[in-house]
Structure formats: structure tokens, C-alpha cells
């Protein structure tokens, strides 16, 4: 059997001959371990809410009323005359 390992002749060597010998043994090669690995990338994502305020003004009136007194005055005249005794017209 051939082995790249020019110290080790046979197969029953091979063992014995890449642990002790100083040329040693060509690398095995296995088979690909994965390994998994998860992240958490947090991103902020700024959102605009606009918001309108609207003001209502609501104009109340109430009416109240004051009473305003006037006065007027009439002066009439009462024209008793008994005339002069004796006097015919």
C-alpha cells in the first residue's frame, strides 16, 4: 500500500509512525462542521404622524336688557274766569 508518508511502509504503521516519527503524516481533511450563528440587528425607522389641531371658537351671546326710564311733562292751562260782576258782552 503507498502512503505519502515515506516514513510509514506499511498500514499497520501508518498509526504508529505519524505519532512518533518527526516527518510526520499528510492532514485528513474532515468533513465541515457549520456552525450557526444569530444576530439581532435593531433599526430605527423614524415615522412622521402629523396631527392638525383645529380650534372652534364658539361665540356665545347673551342678550340682557336694562330698563331706561324717561318722563315728559305736558303743562295745559285751565282758565277759570269768572269775569267781573256787571260786565255784559
Known sequence: MFFN??????SWQQECCCNQDPCG?????????ERCIERNICHKVEHVCPIHTRVINNH????????EYTCSEENTI??????????NF
Open 25 to 33: 503524516c499528510d492532514p485528513i481533511i474532515e468533513q465541515p462542521i
Open 60 to 67: 356665545i351671546i347673551e342678550h340682557t336688557y336694562r330698563p
Open 5 to 10: 508518508n515515506k516514513c510509514c511502509q506499511n
Open 78 to 87: 285751565t282758565n277759570i274766569d269768572p269775569g267781573c260782576p256787571g260786565q
